[in-house]
Antibody, heavy 119, light 110 residues
Framework: EVQLVQSGAEVKKPGESLKISCKGSGYSFSSYWIGWVRQMPGKGLEWMGIIYPGDSDTRYSPSFQGQVTISVDKSISTAYLQWSSLKASDTAMYYC????????????WGQGTLVTVSS | QSALTQPASVSGSPGQSITISCTGTSSDVGGYNYVSWYQQHPGKAPKLMIYDVRNRPSGVSNRFSGSKSGNTASLTISGLQAEDEADYYCSSYRSSPPVVFGGGTKLTVL
């Protein structure tokens, strides 16, 4: 069974750093892209970026380029999303999701990680 | 980047059919057959319902169907059921960024 399991909810202060994770299982982790999607409170889905674990090829949405870093450790089938300096506007639910190599849709999703940034 | 345009809300009675539209441009919806649709219940992760315009993943009811005409894609739900009440998002390939979502549509089953 394909599963993407994300790390737990986080509460941080502005200016702090954070790294959240997404662990894949039940499939060949290196052969599928892992993407990250933001959902701010009461709002829609926003595509942030995507990484291919096989060679760490990474693409970012222009809206998120320079704001976050996407990385992967394929030895433990885990992708990461990190911030070096959080802002209150980073408060949101973050989902990871799997995408086949030559497709453009996410077929499996993680359960989401809620990030709250507040002083 | 501009999101794809969806109606904010649609509604229908049990048993009826509804259609949700998703309007983009020739650079995304109109230019590629890579439109997908996701269902999201409150507090839950999105679920893939349609991919590549009209294909259903295994396990998705055949009451859900997708189509496209020009720069507008559509999701049709027939035989509406209470469990279909959710938010629905379209998505399309676009060269940069590689994927863009619609703003979402709240479906209410009356």
């Amino acid at each position: 069974e394909v599963q993407l399991v994300q790390s737990g909810a986080e509460v941080k202060k502005p200016g702090e750093s954070l790294k959240i994770s997404c662990k894949g299982s039940g499939y060949s982790f290196s052969s599928y892209w892992i993407g990250w999607v933001r959902q701010m409170p009461g709002k829609g889905l926003e595509w942030m970026g995507i990484i291919y674990p096989g060679d760490s090829d990474t693409r970012y949405s222009p809206s998120f380029q320079g704001q976050v870093t996407i990385s992967v450790d394929k030895s433990i089938s885990t992708a990461y999303l990190q911030w070096s300096s959080l802002k209150a506007s980073d408060t949101a639910m973050y989902y990871c999701a799997r995408r086949d190599y030559n497709n453009y849709y996410f077929d499996y999703w993680g359960q989401g990680t809620l990030v709250t940034v507040s002083s | 980047q501009s999101a794809l345009t969806q109606p904010a809300s649609v509604s229908g009675s049990p048993g009826q059919s509804i259609t949700i539209s998703c309007t983009g441009t020739s650079s995304d919806v109109g230019g590629y057959n890579y439109v997908s649709w996701y269902q999201q219940h409150p507090g839950k992760a999105p679920k893939l319902m349609i991919y590549d315009v009209r294909n259903r993943p295994s396990g998705v009811s055949n009451r859900f169907s997708g189509s496209k005409s020009g720069n507008t894609a559509s999701l049709t739900i027939s035989g509406l059921q209470a469990e279909d009440e959710a938010d629905y998002y379209c998505s399309s390939y676009r060269s940069s960024p590689p994927v863009v979502f619609g703003g979402g549509t709240k479906l209410t089953v009356l």
